[in-house]
């Protein structure tokens, strides 16, 4: 009797190897992030080539800024790097990077709200960071701009909701696991958000009629 429990232990150690295995193969996103998790610099350079634009051009909405941004970028993929094995599977891998890409952007707004509260933070805006390519349309620098300004007014939730449903064009489903947020928190953050920067539109076309 116990030679047959063994046996069957056996077999269905095999079976969940067998279905691992399977699983791997059949999940590219399981199999890149195993390879990371093995120290696989190759896989790596392919994690980089394909979600660093993600990346760069999120952080880069949330923050207004392209020295903050840039510092996410980096501590995202060095997270990444180094906790490759923290992925499960249960997010696809680039909500995965989304979610890891909104908190390190949190954090990048507590360091520059502690930096302000000591009287050494840098501008919450930096302008100049409007020069970034993406935005060298004159049409879309005056936008950015805008977007810029109202962006000082929202709440850190209300900034990285905004950016994956309005900017990166987020299922409210996908927002709300990436965001870690239930749905209908989703949903006020973004009404709020979308009535800030509509207000922030109107003084600027005010403004533009005036000169």
């Not at 195993?34 to 990346?55: C, F, I, N, Q, T």
């Not at 051009?57 to 993929?77: E, H, P, W």
């Not at 680039?94 to 507590?110: D, E, G, M």
Request: hydrophobic share 45%; proline share 3%.
């Amino acid at each position: 009797m116990q030679m047959l429990g063994w046996s069957l232990f056996c077999k269905d150690a095999v079976n969940m190897k067998t279905r691992f295995e399977y699983y791997l193969r059949e999940c590219p996103d399981m199999a890149l992030m195993k390879s990371l998790a093995e120290g696989d610099s190759d896989a790596l350079k392919r994690m980089v080539h394909e979600y660093l634009p993600m990346v760069s051009r999120t952080a880069y909405r949330i923050l207004c800024d392209r020295r903050d941004a840039d510092a996410v970028v980096m501590s995202v993929f060095d997270y990444v790097w180094t906790h490759a094995d923290e992925y499960d599977g249960r997010l696809p891998l680039h909500l995965w990077i989304l979610a890891l890409t909104c908190r390190k952007s949190r954090l990048r707004i507590a360091r520059r709200r502690i930096m302000y509260i000591f009287g050494i933070r840098q501008e919450l805006v930096v302008f100049s960071a409007l020069r970034h390519p993406l935005e060298d349309d004159y049409v879309m620098q005056r936008v950015w701009e805008v977007y810029c300004r109202a962006s000082v007014r929202l709440t850190p939730s209300q900034k990285i909701v905004f950016t994956l449903s309005e900017l990166e064009g987020l299922s409210e489903e996908e927002v709300a696991a990436v965001a870690g947020m239930a749905p209908f928190r989703v949903r006020h953050a973004l009404e709020e958000a979308v009535e800030k920067v509509s207000q922030e539109l109107e003084i600027y076309e005010k403004v533009r009629k005036i000169q």
